[in-house]
């Protein structure tokens, strides 16, 4: 029986995977943008065929672009998202009103951009990455759409992020922490001075509160440019939040206005922040603030409730219930301990944990060992994943043997941790859970061994 249309693209995008795949990943960071610059000019510039919002930051972007990105849709306008990186499927990233592109969409636009592709290796001595190409691909699938705005998170940093060959007139700009110290700088001041560059002559810059080292660079940038800045607690920000079924209700101050009995279906009073973010975007792009004034607020309310967030303190089974969590560095571990406590009160709660290998291990470490009971250690199949024994290794200081598991396969820690999470030996626990947490790529991949959420 011949294939169907949809398992024949699903057998060529496996094929462009191995293509793209097969290039530098985005553990191999070369920092410049040139290569970019000329992927884009031979394809006539199709970042500069719409408007566009530009976010960076360590934690928060991925939340904060889903968010805004329904406020744009809820306001009727066409979106494109550009996120990173995906969970399960390489579609992930690049999606248009509110969906991911289809597997001929995706398979096609890179058939399209391929030869030249080959052009810019043949021009430069480092040849093109996977993630300069599959970000060229989002602009050029945005273009050819097309849509009217794009929401875009950066890759990694600001000023050379493969990203910033757009002029988006929106940078919003995320909490920013130590993170990525090898390629950014080992200090606050010197990432945040790296990310500043995303912000643009004449933008309006949205900024997250931020460390105070942090602050004066950023602001140092929007004035050498000439850029408009709105400042969380200043110009915008939560006033108010209380938990709620599924998630928080929060009244926030825009730009515009007070906008009050909003619910959010996320948990933890950072993504209470993010919404605050979000809105304050929105709300400089649609000219909202001032005379301009408040958005609709019935839109606003459907918008935010409308937001998923994958992988952000994701349920996906009960009894014991499993929690999904990507944070994979001190400050996004924090946070979502905190939500943790704030919003499940489980009796008893196993982590697995698996980082990158160069990641801050033992920071994050550190914050799990007076949350969980017990600590399941584990590896990806990635080849930037740290492994499991050395993990292993300092876990033990940290939380005693007695409280650490090592599992080199995660199919076995996710049982282990159940098994962990419902039985002490003793008694058989009532109100447990297990929090699955330190990388993008083991959410995903727990994601696919836990098989369809509920």
């Known amino acids: 029986m011949a294939p169907t249309e949809k398992e024949k693209y699903a057998a060529l995008l496996h094929e462009v995977e191995g293509e793209i795949f097969g290039r530098r990943n985005e553990g191999h960071i070369n920092p410049t943008n040139e290569r970019m610059q000329a992927l884009v000019e031979l394809l006539g510039d199709p970042q500069k065929a719409y408007r566009s919002i530009h976010l960076t930051g360590t934690n928060g972007k991925t939340s904060t672009a889903r968010m805004l990105d329904e406020l744009l849709r809820g306001f009727g306008l066409r979106s494109g998202r550009y996120t990173s990186p995906h969970l399960e499927h390489v579609n992930e990233r690049i999606v248009i009103d509110g969906e991911p592109v289809s597997d001929r969409v995706f398979v096609e636009g890179y058939r399209e951009i391929a030869p030249l592709v080959e052009l810019i290796d043949q021009q430069f001595d480092t040849p093109l990455s996977f993630f300069e190409i599959v970000t060229a691909l989002a602009f050029s699938i945005f273009a050819d759409t097309p849509v009217d705005v794009a929401v875009v998170e950066v890759g990694l940093g600001g000023t050379w992020d493969n990203t910033n060959v757009m002029d988006a007139e929106i940078a919003v700009v995320t909490p920013i922490g130590l993170d990525h110290t090898q390629y950014l700088g080992d200090t606050v001041v010197k990432i945040a001075a790296e990310k500043a560059g995303i912000i643009k002559p004449g933008a309006v810059a949205i900024l997250a509160s931020q460390p105070n080292d942090a602050a004066p660079e950023l602001i140092r940038r929007a004035v050498e440019v000439d850029a408009t800045v ?19 209700v929060i009244t926030l101050q825009g730009l515009g206005g007070v906008y009050d009995e909003i619910f959010l279906p996320l948990h933890g009073k950072h993504q209470a922040q993010n919404a605050a973010l979000a809105l304050a975007a929105a709300e400089a792009f649609f000219g909202a603030g001032g005379s301009g004034g ?30 999904l969590d990507a944070a994979h560095n001190p400050a996004g571990m924090t946070a979502t301990l905190e939500a943790v406590g704030e919003a499940f009160h489980f009796r008893r709660l196993v982590g697995v944990l698996a980082v990158m290998a160069d990641k801050d291990a033992t920071g994050m470490l550190e914050l799990l060992d007076p949350a969980i009971d017990e600590l399941v250690v584990t590896q990806t199949s990635s080849s930037r994943g740290l492994d499991a024994d050395e993990l292993a290794a300092a876990a033990v200081p940290i939380f005693g043997a007695d409280r650490v598991t090592v599992e080199p396969r995660l199919d076995d820690a996710l049982e282990t941790a159940v098994r962990l999470a419902e039985d002490t030996g ?19 991949e727990a994601r ?6 509920p």
């Open 294 to 323: 408040a958005l609709d607020i019935d839109v606003v309310r459907e918008a935010f409730a409308a937001v998923r967030s994958p992988g952000r303190l994701e349920p996906i089974r009960s009894a014991p219930t499993i929690l």
């Open 448 to 453: 696919v061994l836990l098989g369809p959420r």
């Open 230 to 248: 709105a400042r969380e607690g200043l110009e915008f920000g939560v006033l108010d939040r209380r938990i709620a079924v599924g998630g928080q």
């Open 426 to 444: 003793d008694e058989v626990v009532v109100g447990s859970g297990v929090l699955v947490t330190g990388s993008v790529v083991a959410v995903g």
